[in-house]
């Protein structure tokens, strides 16, 4: 029966991998992406051999194509993990096949994920037989198959509420241990059926990640990619039931403990936009539309409702743009070459801005305060003044005071944005869930509430003079604030 079960199993893993693979091959129009091979039989190799094979992608299709290869046990890598196929190129990538955990005949496959139409999906076949007659017994039936789990329709209560899901695939030897050896009842899901593959990359889309390792432990809370992921989660959901907080993160990572996590990504998030509301970008152009009302001969009560409108908008303004960026990177952070890219690149820009910011503070300290390196451009700074001085003459109060925002906000973009986009990047490296946008929305309101203090506290009548003086006495002060928020920027990049 089990030799039935393989083969059936190998047959229908050859055909849906067919399928996906070459269906588009018979698309005239549209091209197709052709593979050197789509499966490799290594043939009988010793035990603890590591074995090697390359794989060519033709990219036929008439635009760019981002390949992604996930391995679905420990015992099988490849370099690189993704590839970028320009139209009309070839690309290479090598599967390499470690045998230490297998014995006699094995079965393997690796998930093939694209975003072209071509192929967005499909399984590469790997099979083979390790050979473990020249080893000792006891390492023999170490690496021996375990026996096959019983099968979810076998396990009673699997789909009620709560019950975790693990997604796996049946020639992954160490995910039948962990099947076999659990000790609470999970509902287990072979993903070589197109239905269950389908309902993980729903579940993944659903929860803001996407598949990047198997197997897939998924609980009411996290969801844990990877053997090692998988068993830290697994052990923290066990101390959980025993009636302990544990809070282990189920992003492929298990750095400690998420709330942790989480306190520390909203405190730094709102540092950073109470910073970057009184970085001397800002904070001078707002002195400089009071000293414009103050000029056209605006009241406190015409202040406070122009200053009502362009917070609002100053708002509306930054958070669109940060949801268009931030939806960019999420995007790119999905791919996991990508994200390790994006996190060192962003590393090294916070220490850099880091740097700056510390270089500034001594130019503060020097009185060279116009030589400060972090600030916009002189003829930036002149459009931004001239379209202030236009719009608060206008007798639209309302409407001059959005479409001020608005200007202001695009200007101040390339000053304000050393602060907000690394803090974008910052959150979705950190957490991928929906809370980011949560954490978007709040860096936008810690923004605003300089400018609306200061709106109040004009309308109480507290000059534009004196703000401009208690501005320039902690000018030195922000400058440092800024730096050790860099810095810390970059540390919790490290460590969470």
């Known amino acids: 029966m089990e030799k039935i079960n393989r083969l059936n199993r190998l047959f229908i893993t050859l055909a849906f991998s067919f399928l996906v693979l070459f269906s588009a091959a018979a698309q005239d129009d549209g091209g197709n992406l052709e593979f050197s091979i789509t499966d490799w039989n290594t043939g009988s190799i010793e035990y603890g051999d590591v074995v090697e094979q390359p794989v060519k992608i033709t990219n036929n299709t008439t635009e760019n194509v981002t390949v992604d290869l996930i391995s679905t046990c420990s015992c099988m890598t490849t370099y690189p993990e993704s590839l970028d196929i320009s139209a009309g190129e070839s690309a290479e990538f090598t599967i390499v096949f470690d045998s230490h955990d297998d014995s006699g005949d094995?079965?393997?496959?690796?998930?093939?994920?694209?975003?072209?139409?071509?192929?967005?999906?499909?399984?590469?076949?790997?099979?083979?037989?390790?050979?473990?007659?020249?080893?000792?017994?006891?390492?023999?039936?170490?690496?021996?198959?375990?026996?096959?789990?019983?099968?979810?329709?076998?396990k009673s209560g699997a789909e009620a509420a709560g019950v975790p899901r693990y997604y796996y695939t049946p020639g992954c030897k160490s995910c039948n241990r962990f099947l076999r050896d659990a000790e609470i009842n999970i509902d287990k899901r072979d993903i070589t059926e197109a239905e269950y593959y389908e309902e993980l990359q729903?579940?993944?889309?659903?929860?803001?990640?996407?598949?990047?390792?198997?197997?897939?432990?998924?609980?009411?809370?996290?969801?844990y990619q990877g053997e090692e992921a998988v068993m830290a989660g697994y052990t923290a959901l066990l101390a959980g039931e025993s009636g302990r907080d544990t809070g282990v993160s189920g992003e492929n990572e298990s750095k400690g403990n998420k709330s942790d996590g989480i306190s520390m990504s909203l405190a730094a998030?709102?540092?950073?936009?109470?910073?970057?509301?009184?970085?001397?970008?800002?904070?001078?152009?707002?002195?400089?539309?009071?000293?414009?009302?103050?000029?056209?001969?605006?009241?406190?009560?015409?202040?406070?409702?122009?200053?009502?409108?362009?917070?609002?908008?100053?708002?509306?303004?930054?958070?669109l743009i940060g949801l268009g960026f931030f939806k960019i990177i999420r995007i790119a952070d999905s791919f996991e070459l990508v994200s390790r890219i994006i996190r060192w690149v962003l590393f090294a820009v916070l220490v850099v801005f880091a740097g700056l910011s510390f270089y500034d503070y001594g130019k503060i300290r020097s009185g060279k305060t116009k030589d400060i390196i972090l600030q916009l451009?002189?003829?930036?700074?002149?459009?931004?003044?001239?379209?202030?001085?236009s719009y608060t003459k206008s007798a639209a109060l309302a409407?001059?005071?959005?479409?001020?925002?608005?200007?202001?906000?695009?200007?101040?973009?390339?000053?304000?944005?050393?602060?907000?986009?690394?803090?974008?990047t910052y959150i979705i490296q950190t957490d991928k869930a929906a809370s980011g946008y949560f954490y978007l929305a709040l860096y936008n309101l810690?923004?605003?509430?300089?400018?609306?203090?200061?709106?109040?506290?004009?309308?109480?009548?507290?000059?534009?003079?004196?703000?401009?003086?208690?501005f320039q006495t902690n000018l030195g002060i922000i400058k440092i604030l800024t730096g050790l928020l860099f810095l810390s920027f970059a540390v919790l990049m490290l460590i969470l």
């Open 399 to 424: 409407g001059s005071s959005i479409v001020m925002g608005f200007l202001i906000s695009i200007f101040e973009l390339g000053c304000t944005g050393q602060i907000y986009f690394p803090t974008i």
């Open 106 to 154: 094995f079965e393997k496959l690796l998930i093939i994920q694209t975003d072209s139409d071509a192929m967005p999906k499909g399984f590469f076949v790997v099979t083979g037989s390790v050979d473990v007659s020249s080893v000792s017994a006891d390492a023999a039936d170490d690496s021996a198959m375990p026996a096959e789990p019983e099968s979810s329709d076998e």
């Open 377 to 389: 451009p002189d003829s930036v700074k002149r459009r931004m003044h001239d379209s202030i001085r």
């Open 202 to 223: 729903q579940l993944l889309a659903d929860r803001g990640t996407s598949l990047k390792e198997i197997p897939v432990f998924v609980t009411t809370e996290d969801i």
């Open 446 to 470: 810690a923004f605003i509430i300089p400018l609306a203090v200061v709106f109040i506290v004009v309308y109480l009548g507290i000059t534009s003079k004196k703000i401009t003086g208690i």
């Open 269 to 319: 998030v709102l540092a950073a936009g109470l910073l970057d509301g009184v970085n001397p970008c800002a904070f001078t152009t707002l002195i400089f539309l009071l000293s414009a009302l103050s000029v056209a001969g605006r009241s406190r009560r015409e202040t406070l409702i122009i200053g009502l409108f362009f917070t609002v908008t100053v708002f509306i303004t930054y958070y």
